[in-house]
């Protein structure tokens, strides 16, 4: 099964329902990151397991975690916010509820990149993955929800003004 194959039946263990509804949102029809040609969490899944995976460096992933990635393309998630129009509107975003806004964007589509990374770190002690998604891990937001409050819309200028470089596409 090999490593990567080992964290995903961990995952599935130790934290029910999040590594199916990791899958799931990555689907055709699913905001951020998705992968178009699979129509179910089931042929995700076997993509997944079945890829041959590389583990790699990436130095916007938090330290103590594992990098893979694998030849397996899809929809990259994030748009870089210099690319967008000027006259583009933002909606800061925490929905996570982690005290961290990220911007997101609506009416896009993410490009196609041709590569998924899988990022595994540990829960209890044990490999678990903690996301995988197409495209190259982006550093998470740092700007507080105290700076700017979830649901504020924002310009593009303010947005960059404020240290963010992209933006989810939801």
Known sequence: MGF????ISNTKKLVPGYFENTCKNRLSGGVGSIYDQFDSVEELEKALLEA???ETTHT???????VFKTNLEGRFGLVKISDLSDDTKLIADDSKHT????MT???IRGKIVPETYLI????DGVDVVF?????EPVRPSIVEVSKLNHGCEVSKSEAR???FDYAKIV
Do not use: Q, Y
């Open 120 to 123: 595994i770190g540990k829960e």
């Open 99 to 102: 005290g961290k806004v990220a």
């Open 105 to 107: 964007v609506k009416g």
């Open 60 to 66: 916007d992933v938090m330290a103590g975690c594992r």
């Open 4 to 7: 990567v194959g080992n964290a």
């Open 52 to 54: 041959d995976w590389t």
């Open 131 to 135: 996301t995988f998604h197409p495209g």
């Open 161 to 163: 003004s404020l240290g």
